[in-house]
């Protein structure tokens, strides 16, 4: 089945600097990957997601970019704040299923100081 | 638009008790529908999922079931708890498909003592 590893674990930022995730899956058959956000105590809210079929996408502060041959897809976020700070998972679906199974990457807790 | 609900919002239950949660999606029709458990604030397991009224898949052996005893229903249950099913119990929905992005509900959090 599909394996997705997320690095780093922890990622510690001061406010306007960027900030990097990213993370590897083993499917190649993946086609969709998204990412969430998750603040404490509360459900994962998705906030960006990208097919297989392009490279980059951005929205506003948040880019995410796909390596297929490398088997790698990265979030980036530009002039961080401190509500940025949160747990981001990324996801890769199962290529082979006919449903949307996503099989998650362990969270990046990130926190951003003022 | 399309909401999910999930109820109870929290939950204490001793050991050896049953368990029933709820999850709804409204505006919508023949969702994709998921149980994610989530313990320690990290990592997200998927329970089970259902294509369908009926339709259940288990992801992982547990005392745990679920059913879907209509379109936009999914319920997770326990006839006996265990201390190790302490945790945060995440609903997802979906449409229909592969690459297709899920949404979750708010979620309830389970702690059994």
């Known amino acids: 089945g599909e394996n997705v590893e997320q690095h780093p674990s922890t990622l510690s930022v001061q406010e306007g600097d960027s900030a990097v995730i990213k993370c590897t899956y083993s499917?190649?058959?993946?086609?969709?990957f998204p990412w969430y956000k998750q603040e404490l105590g509360k459900r994962p809210q998705l906030i960006i997601d990208i097919r297989s079929n392009v490279g980059e996408k951005k929205d506003q502060r948040i880019a995410v970019t796909l390596n297929k041959t490398a088997k790698h897809f990265s979030l980036h976020i530009t002039e961080t704040q401190p509500e940025d700070s949160a747990v981001y998972f990324c996801a890769a679906n199962a290529g082979g299923t006919s449903y949307g199974k996503l099989t998650f990457g362990q969270g990046t807790i990130l926190t951003v100081h003022p | 638009s399309q909401t999910i609900h999930q109820w109870p919002a929290t939950l204490v239950q001793p050991v050896g008790s049953p368990l029933s949660l709820e999850c709804t999606v409204e505006g919508t029709s023949n969702p994709n529908l998921y149980w994610y458990r989530q313990a320690a604030g990290r990592g997200l397991q998927l329970l089970f999922y259902s294509v369908g009224i009926g339709q259940i898949s288990s992801e992982v052996p547990q005392n745990l079931s679920a059913s879907r005893p209509q379109d936009r229903q999914f319920i997770l249950s326990s006839k006996k708890l265990l201390l190790s099913d302490s945790g945060f119990y995440l609903c997802?929905?979906?449409?229909?498909?592969?690459?297709?992005?899920?949404?979750f509900g708010p979620g309830t959090r389970l702690t059994v003592t």
């Open positions: 499917d190649s058959a993946s086609n969709y």
């Open positions: 997802a929905w979906s449409r229909s498909g592969q690459a297709v992005a899920q949404y």
